[in-house]
């Protein structure tokens, strides 16, 4: 079976600072992989090295058996075109970290927007599915509603719904809840629970504990631009071998 | 209406009871004004020199209104040009490729560097450069050849000389504009697949309008009067009118005051114009009115341009 997401030997530098030096990682179609670490460890890089929004210096980077941004032949990398890269992208959801929602859009209409733009799809056909994604998401009556009058976890469910409109074989999460209010957090996580039971890829990079114990197949601990430890969350997060595994954890849990 | 200058919004949300707080200097400043006012309303009323009748006379006049057209036409036109000159240097400029932005700072360093009434004199005086423009392969055959100066009237050399020249100023405010939307929105944008075009024309040219539309604004004024530049290569428009008026009949503050009459109307509708684009724009971002102020819109248009923001 082709991995969904496969990265060998990835390294990224930005300027001097090197902050990815040679990762590894392997995700299966269909498993939950929850990233963790301190901050500065390169976990986001990681997951934006994935849909190609940092270009990587060394290695290889492949989803779903694609190589990203690039084309090779024979020794070579050839850079892909821009439209070539945003067919690549468009089966690769992303979810920020503070939202980024279209200001001048309603939720419906953030939904609506790629599959009319991207894909060429009809308004209507739009945006019934897009009814029927704040549905799932459970903003049904803030479909008219600008993004700066929801709040932060209205606003992320429907950037989660955004991300879905374009039907993606791999989600990728870049901190969903770190910039929502502790009473917030609860609602975007179960959405993103909702997710992995109807069996979406997902790549998590997140300080939640608890949803990489409960809903995670795999967990990767990284420090210092390096994958230190990975295994299933109950291994890592109960039995951690390595030291500074332990260091971090008992600073978080 | 004790304090006009105070909104209704801040009183609202008192409590009944509170005293408000005392401004004696308002009071004093309010009586200076009205007695200035006064003073101004009389002497334009009663000073003959004024010549209001010479002004009614002149309104609605045919030379005025011909120079009116020709103000309208090339501030919209130059305008038209400008924009869309602007947004051109400006994606250009901000283009990763060396190259397109080179010469798009070149251009607004030339444009915006020299004047503009010389810019106006060498397109009229093209001619004397270039008696000839032809089209054809560079360095090879030409197909055909026009004569510069039937190519390039008069009119065309005041669009040539007042759109190039806006394009310059322009492309500044609309890069001001594309660089003031954050850069997540176009990491979003890039993340659904869309290309660069896509996320200009549909994220980040919509957010960037915002930033865009006041200095426009500014701009498309102030070219209603620049456009009087053109009498230098002997075009017209309104205040040439007026001014070739007055060299006969001496009636000079009685036409000016015509002149200015109209400038005031267009500058009037323009600016209630810029309202509603800005509240076009100005979907999904939290910003009241600037501040209370005596002219405010009729209540029926503000309705209406508030109910096309929901």
């Known amino acids: 079976m082709t991995p969904m997401v496969e990265a060998r030997e990835v390294c990224k530098s930005f300027g001097p600072t090197r902050v990815l030096r040679g990762v590894d990682l392997v995700v299966q179609p269909a498993e939950v992989n929850c990233v963790i670490g301190p901050s500065g460890s390169g976990k986001s890089t990681l997951l934006r090295c994935i849909n190609h929004l940092e270009t990587i210096d060394t290695g290889r980077l492949w989803v779903d058996g694609e190589l990203m941004g690039y084309r090779e032949s024979g020794e070579k990398l050839y850079k892909l075109h821009d439209a070539e890269l945003g067919r690549q992208r468009r089966d690769i959801g992303m979810v920020f970290q503070r939202f980024n929602l279209f200001p001048h859009r309603t939720a419906l209409e953030n939904v609506m927007e790629a599959p009319v733009v991207v ?9 019934e599915q897009a009814a029927e994604l704040l549905e799932r998401v459970g903003l049904s009556d803030r479909a008219h509603i600008y993004p700066n009058q929801l709040s932060g976890g ?9 991300a879905l409109a374009m039907k993606p074989r791999l989600m990728l999460f870049d901190e969903p809840t770190s910039a929502l209010d502790p009473e917030l957090v609860g609602e975007v996580l179960d959405v993103m629970r909702g997710l992995a039971q109807d069996g979406m890829t997902m790549v998590v990079v997140t300080h939640e504990m608890g949803f990489a114990r409960e809903v995670g197949d795999s967990l990767v601990f990284m420090d210092d631009g390096r994958i230190v430890e990975s295994g299933t969350p109950f291994e890592v997060l109960t039995n951690p071998r390595e030291a500074r595994t332990q260091i971090f ?5 | 209406m004790t304090e006009p200058t105070i909104g209704q919004r801040t009183s609202r949300t008192e409590p009944r009871d509170a005293v408000p707080v005392r401004h004696p200097g308002r009071w004093v400043a309010i009586a200076v004004l009205a007695v200035l006012a006064a ?3 009389n002497t334009v009323l009663t000073n003959e020199n004024f010549r ?16 009116l057209k020709n103000t309208l036409l090339l501030t919209v036109l130059s305008m038209v040009i400008g924009i869309a000159g602007g947004i051109g240097l400006a994606v250009m400029r901000l283009s990763p490729n060396p190259v397109l932005s080179s010469v798009a700072a070149l251009y607004i360093w030339v444009f915006r560097g020299t004047p503009l009434i ?3 004199l060498f397109w009229n005086f093209l001619s004397a450069l270039y008696p000839f423009v032809s089209l054809g392969v560079p360095f090879g055959p030409e197909f055909v050849v026009f004569d510069t100066n039937q190519l390039i009237n008069q009119f065309a050399a005041c669009l040539l000389g007042l759109g190039l020249n806006e394009a310059a100023y322009m492309s500044e405010i609309v890069r001001g504009g594309i660089q003031s939307v954050d850069h997540g929105q176009t990491e979003a944008a890039g993340a659904l697949g869309m290309t660069r075009t896509q996320t200009l024309r549909r994220v980040v040219l919509p957010q960037a309008m915002r930033v865009i539309i006041p200095p ?6 102030s070219m209603l009067k620049t456009t009087s530049l053109v009498v230098v290569i002997g075009y017209f428009e309104l205040l040439t009118s007026v001014q070739r008026i007055y060299s006969t009949n001496f009636q000079t503050i009685p036409l000016l005051i015509v002149a200015a009459a109209w400038y005031l109307a267009l500058t009037s509708i323009l600016s209630v114009g810029q309202v509603f684009v800005e509240r076009r724009f100005g979907r999904g971002v939290a910003s009241g009115p600037p501040g209370p102020s005596l002219f405010q819109m009729p209540s029926f248009l503000a309705q209406r341009s508030s109910e096309g923001t929901r």
């Open chain 1, 119 to 127: 894909r060429g799809e009809k308004k209507t056909t739009a945006r």
């Open chain 1, 154 to 162: 209205q606003q992320q469910r429907v950037a989660i719904a955004r």
């Open chain 1, 249 to 253: 954890l008992s600073k978080v849990l």
């Open chain 2, 39 to 41: 003073m101004l309303v």
């Open chain 2, 52 to 67: 209001w009748d010479v002004v009614g006379e002149y309104l609605l006049s045919e030379p005025v209104l011909n120079g």
């Open chain 2, 118 to 120: 010389a810019q106006l």
């Open chain 2, 216 to 221: 426009t604004g500014n701009e498309t004024i």
